[in-house]
């Protein structure tokens, strides 16, 4: 994969139960010009024949499905599968319009490493959003913009581009880890997968840029939006995403000190071991900002009890919060 003036794209339509909707969506990705160089529709277990309904209506479509549950891990096994330069996210709802798929690809072209829709830039609209959605959507922006240094206007959209040699610093969950058993996802598989991926591509450092995009209403079926549960989980993902980046800092300057301390005077730079790294966390885990349990030695390990978590969740999650502002501001 490189980059360059003509990148093969690739397409990730993530699907639970929209049989009817891609046999809408998909012809229209079809007929994108600059052709696409593929279209990968992620299945997550549907019942309604969305996958005999993808390979009827777009014969050369690659159908796979999801290795655990949610909308996080359906992107990540698409993400693994594509092999084009640059990787689309597309949802299959219908409320997408292709036909801006070369507007992100003339983004990335243009120099950006991350193109990202956005529903309140010149250009761009919603006949979907409404007034509860928006304003708490501009609410949200202003929390990452303190927290990561960026100027978002529409966090919560999930329509976006990438090239695909930034998939290492996304670091999602690998999917060829077994769920939890105690029912719960790994941190990334959610429906938090669209904010995981603008906090870190901002941490990173990456050139992000805004494209308008317009949306449209869901063709069939209804949504699953739940606008103050959903908003609530964005800005858990916002606080533990901003804990993650401060990790990521002190870690990168702990291995430069070691590294400094290690080299002899006008020697070779010497890099020391980078720490094992543990299980990925859980959403519980990552949310809570509670430190990822370690396998015990001398047996196998015990499966982990499910948690229940009431008021005393969204207090903390309201405290860490606040201390994440906090310490943005000082």
Known sequence: MQRNGNPR???????????????????????????V???????????????????????????????????????AC?????????????????????AEIPAFVRALIAGADFAKGSRFVRGGGSDDITLLRKSGNAGLNGVANALFGTSYTDLCYGYNAFWADILPVLDLPPIEISAP???????????????????????????ITEVPSM?????????????FADGTRVLRTLAAERRRASR???????????????TPVGGIPVVPPAPQAGPPATSQEASAGRPVP?????????????????????????????????????
Not at 10 to 20: D, F, G, H, I, M
Not at 57 to 62: D, E, F, I, Q, R
């Open 9 to 35: 794209v690739s397409v990730v339509v993530p699907t639970r139960n929209e049989a009817r909707n891609l046999e809408v969506v998909l012809p229209a990705i079809a007929a994108v010009r600059p052709a």
């Open 37 to 75: 160089h593929e279209v990968i529709v992620v299945d997550g277990n549907s019942v309604d024949g969305t996958i005999d309904t993808a390979q009827r209506v777009l014969p050369w479509v690659k159908v796979i499905t999801q290795t655990r549950k949610g909308k996080g891990n359906a992107m």
């Open 78 to 98: 698409g993400f693994a599968a594509a092999t084009g330069d640059v990787i689309v996210m597309f949802d299959a709802d219908g409320s997408a319009d292709p």
């Open 181 to 207: 058993a105690d029912g719960s996802m790994l941190w990334g598989d959610g429906f938090e997968i669209e904010t995981v991926l603008n906090c870190r591509v901002a941490a990173a450092g990456l050139k």
């Open 215 to 227: 949306e449209r209403e869901r063709i069939f079926g209804q949504t699953n939006l739940r606008t």
């Open 248 to 262: 990521g800092r002190a870690e990168r300057v702990q291995v430069e000190e070691q590294a400094r301390a290690l």
């Open 294 to 330: 370690q396998p015990r030695t001398g047996g196998p390990d015990a499966a982990p009890q499910p948690r229940h978590e009431g008021p005393a969740r969204e207090q903390r999650d309201g405290v860490t919060l606040r201390l994440a502002l906090e310490e943005e501001a000082s």
